[in-house]
Structure formats: structure tokens, C-alpha cells
């Protein structure tokens, strides 16, 4: 068995805090020891050592941008906030060569443009293949639409290696987000249209409830929410109400469940400590979602690491993206069979890619 991950923010933390990737997370966290960093960013939970070790053989890695911020302080992704278009659009092709200088600079990383790209990749965790030789795939997801400029410039994204886009983090010119009610726009839907001739995954996390109900009736691709929780234990418009979740069900969709403690428990407090949330309770979720859709099929990983939290704000036994490995052993242990637990930990979002990928 090995794991895919749907969500982490890897360049985000390169540009904002000079996080290589492929540096250890226990060297960054030495590294940025005396630093705001932590305070700012959370303890590093990411590396690709750490990655490999715990069997994450494929990331979804996000071209994050964020709307400027009006608050007095600066948010944690403040050099990553644009005013317009063509400021998000800058923003994200800054994080897309992040991606290309990874895979051009380490040979243990690779872009995941093709079913072959991804058939190459999970080669390297077939029994008998020396540790050595593992290697780890990205997929680029798009957080949030407004760079792209207008939605036929999505066939540029398309070529130079974009997979998944969210139209929304908070509003976009695309759809009502998080803390944003409302619903698709006409760009919205004209994007969606574009994004269906490609096959391309649309990722609904962070739509705005209007705009998700519009997303799922209209798109006829491939849909994940790459990293959602249940409302039922965090009741906000961040995340998914049961009807919601079977909507995605009735698609064939994925949802994958955020690891932050204050997704897990809508009460929890920073106060509160690392270890007022353990891994029971996302198995607790994990069987959530099972119930309400029927099967195990319909759920997986999406950490969210390091996505402005970290490891002081994950389960008690989570400290790297390594320990992600610990949800094999957690499902056994709650009644999953082999087949489900495989499923869950990388299964179900490899059907959206191979149904989603071009072959070559």
C-alpha cells in the first residue's frame, strides 16, 4: 500500500518562507528555529524525505493565490495576494516554476501530466523495487481560478501542466467561496464548460454552498473536493453538509479530510493543545462519510499540509507527513478490510486520476 495526498501547499511555502521541499521537515524546523516562522506559518510538517519514508507516492501540489488581504495584520500567505488577474496570474506561474525547478533539479520527483506520468511514478512502490528507487508524483491543483485570466486561457494552464483547478479559495470572478456566499458566475460557467474539454478535475472545496450545487449539477467531469471535512464536526461553509457529500457520492466523486484540528473539531481551541484531537477522531470522520455514501469509495487523504498550520495543530499522533502512514494501521483497527483501507488511502483518488488523465 502506499498513499495519495490531495492537497498540500508546497510552494506556497517556498516563496513565502524559503521552505525547500526537498529539505527534511525536522531540518526546516531546526532551520527556522529563533525565526516567526512557526508563529506565522506553523511548524514545518512537509518534506520530501519525510514524504517518501511515510509512502505519500503521490502529492497534489497547489498554485495558491490569495485576494489581498484588508485586515490589519498580514496573513500568513501575504506575499502571495494579488489585486487583479493578471497579479493572481503572475503569482501562480511563480509557484508553477517552483514545481518545474523540483522535478528538473531532483530525480525523485515528477510532474504528473499523463497516465503514464502516474503508471512511471507508481512503478517505483511495487514490491521488490529497492527503497532507493522510489519516486514521488506531483499533481498541480489550482486553488483558487483567478489566475486564470479568462476562462479560454485555460488551455494554456491545461499544456503547461495544470490537472485541477477550484474555482474559488474566498469570492473569485469564477464563484462565491468560503466566508463568500453566491453562486457560480457567468465566467463560472463558462469555465467549466473549458475545463470539461479538457477532462480536467474540478475541484469543489472551498465553493460557496450556492456555488457548489451549481458546480456539481453542470460540471461532467472528473470531481474531488481535495480537502473537506464533514459539517457534522465543523459547522461552517468551509466544509460539506451530508446532502452535499452524497451529492458528490451520486457523481462518483472524492472528498479528501483536512488534518487540522480545527477542522476536525469545530470547538477546538489552539489553547486546547495538540493533543486534544487524536487520529480517532478523523477515523471517526473517515467512517462518517462511509456511512452516508454507502461504501469506502468515496473518501481519502487531504491533508492540507503546510497550508498555514502545522504540526502544533495536527492529531496527537501526526507530527510529519511521514505519520500519515499511521492511517493504515488506524482503519485496520476500526473494521476496514484491506480492499478499504487501500482504497481510502490511495485508491479512490487514483480512479479520479486515471479517469481524469490524458494516456500519455
Not at 95 to 106: A, K, S, T, W
Request: hydrophobic residues 40%; charged residues 25%.
Amino acid at each position: 500500500m502506499f498513499i495519495v495526498d490531495a492537497h498540500q501547499d508546497i510552494a506556497y511555502n517556498a516563496l513565502c518562507y524559503g521552505r525547500d521541499y526537498r529539505t527534511s521537515a525536522l531540518k526546516k524546523r531546526t532551520q527556522e528555529a529563533g525565526s516567526d516562522i512557526p508563529a506565522r506559518a506553523g511548524v514545518a510538517t512537509l518534506g520530501l524525505p519525510e514524504a517518501l519514508v511515510g509512502r505519500v507516492a503521490v502529492g497534489f501540489a497547489t498554485l495558491f493565490v490569495a485576494p489581498r488581504s484588508r485586515g490589519a495584520a498580514p496573513s500568513p500567505w501575504a506575499d502571495l495576494e494579488y489585486d487583479d488577474a493578471a497579479g493572481a496570474h503572475r503569482l501562480a506561474r511563480q509557484q508553477l516554476d517552483v514545481y518545474r525547478r523540483l522535478v528538473d533539479e531532483d530525480d525523485r520527483l515528477r510532474l504528473i501530466r499523463s497516465a503514464a506520468d502516474l503508471d512511471a511514478v507508481l512503478a517505483t512502490w511495487q514490491p521488490g523495487v529497492d527503497v532507493r528507487q522510489r519516486r514521488q508524483g506531483l499533481v498541480l491543483l489550482m486553488e483558487g481560478a483567478d489566475p486564470i485570466v479568462e476562462p479560454p486561457q485555460f488551455e494554456e494552464w491545461y499544456e503547461l501542466g495544470v490537472r485541477a483547478v477550484g474555482p474559488a479559495w474566498q469570492r473569485t470572478r469564477y464563484a462565491g467561496g468560503t466566508r463568500a456566499p453566491g453562486p457560480l458566475t457567468a465566467l463560472g460557467h463558462e469555465l467549466l464548460d473549458v475545463m470539461a474539454g479538457f477532462n480536467a478535475m474540478l475541484d469543489l472545496s472551498h465553493l460557496a454552498e450556492r456555488s457548489y450545487y451549481d458546480a456539481i449539477e453542470q460540471y461532467t467531469g472528473t470531481i474531488i473536493a481535495s480537502h473537506s471535512n464533514p459539517r457534522k464536526f465543523c459547522d461552517t461553509d468551509r466544509h460539506l453538509s451530508d446532502d452535499m457529500i452524497r451529492r458528490l457520492a451520486d457523481r462518483d466523486g472524492v472528498m479528501g479530510v483536512v488534518l487540522a484540528n480545527y477542522f476536525l473539531d469545530g470547538g477546538w481551541q489552539g489553547s486546547d493543545g495538540k493533543r486534544a484531537v487524536t487520529l480517532d477522531r478523523v477515523l471517526e470522520i473517515v467512517d462518517h462519510i462511509c456511512q452516508v455514501t454507502g461504501s469506502a469509495a468515496h473518501v481519502a487523504i487531504g491533508s492540507d499540509f503546510d497550508g498555514g498550520f502545522g504540526a502544533e495543530t495536527i492529531p496527537a499522533e501526526i507530527d510529519t507527513v511521514a505519520d500519515l502512514w499511521r492511517f493504515q494501521e488506524g482503519l485496520l483497527g476500526r473494521g476496514f478490510s484491506e480492499a478499504d483501507t487501500e482504497a481510502i488511502l490511495s485508491g479512490n483518488m487514483l480512479r479520479q486520476l486515471r479517469k481524469s488523465l490524458p494516456a500519455t
